[in-house]
């Protein structure tokens, strides 16, 4: 099955307004952040100036988890404490400013696209189900100790890729074997097959 391992090696660096992003997957491949025209997007991004105000990306939906602190999210009608460990979904061209400095988990899909999160904890081992119809990744948000997905063994922060082909839907179910400490987010990433 072609599972692809990817480290902070992999992961492409760039600042932003208010810290710095490490962009860990993007789709299709050819795409560049900076063009806004990738279909899917996930990275991690430190956000140490406070306020910060995040980019508007109009025609992007998008889920946001914090790795760290609570942070206060303000949008133009309501105000959200984000909790460490817990997404939330928001349009892309809401106009949002964050108060307090931490490290986050970002999924952005294009509108109209569908992309899911799950986050996986308080378990030693699994037996997921895989979808011929979306591309998975599970990113190591905390572990103490090596997690095992498949036949890679993945540190914190390292992401385990699988676009699915012929051959992958052969298998329906991938291992994944974990410490008691690990926090695991699986992305489901649905391909349009129309």
């Known amino acids: 099955m072609p599972v692809q391992h990817l480290t902070a090696d992999d992961y492409i660096l760039s600042d932003w307004g208010g810290g710095q992003t490490r962009q860990i997957f993007i789709y299709p491949e050819h795409c560049r952040y900076a063009d806004r025209d990738f279909i899917f997007r996930i990275s991690s991004a430190t ?3 406070s306020p910060s105000t995040f980019t508007v990306l109009e025609d992007y939906d998008r889920i946001l988890v ?15 404490l984000l909790k460490p460990f817990v997404p939330l979904s928001f349009s892309g061209a809401d106009f949002v400013s964050s108060t307090g400095t931490t490290t986050d988990f970002n999924v952005m899909m294009r509108k109209g696209t569908e992309a899911k999160l799950t986050i996986l904890h308080n378990e030693e081992q699994y037996k997921i189900d895989l979808n011929p119809d979306c591309i998975q990744l599970w990113f190591v948000a905390k572990s103490e100790k090596p997690v095992t997905i498949g036949a890679l063994k993945l540190a914190e922060k390292d992401s385990a890729v699988l676009h699915h082909t012929e051959s992958a839907t052969m298998h329906s179910t991938i291992d994944i074997v974990a410490d008691k400490t690990a926090i695991i987010f699986q992305v489901d990433m649905y391909l349009d097959n129309d």
């Open 47 to 49: 956000i140490r100036e």
């Open 66 to 80: 914090s790795l760290e602190q609570a942070i206060e999210l303000a949008f133009q009608d309501a105000s959200f």
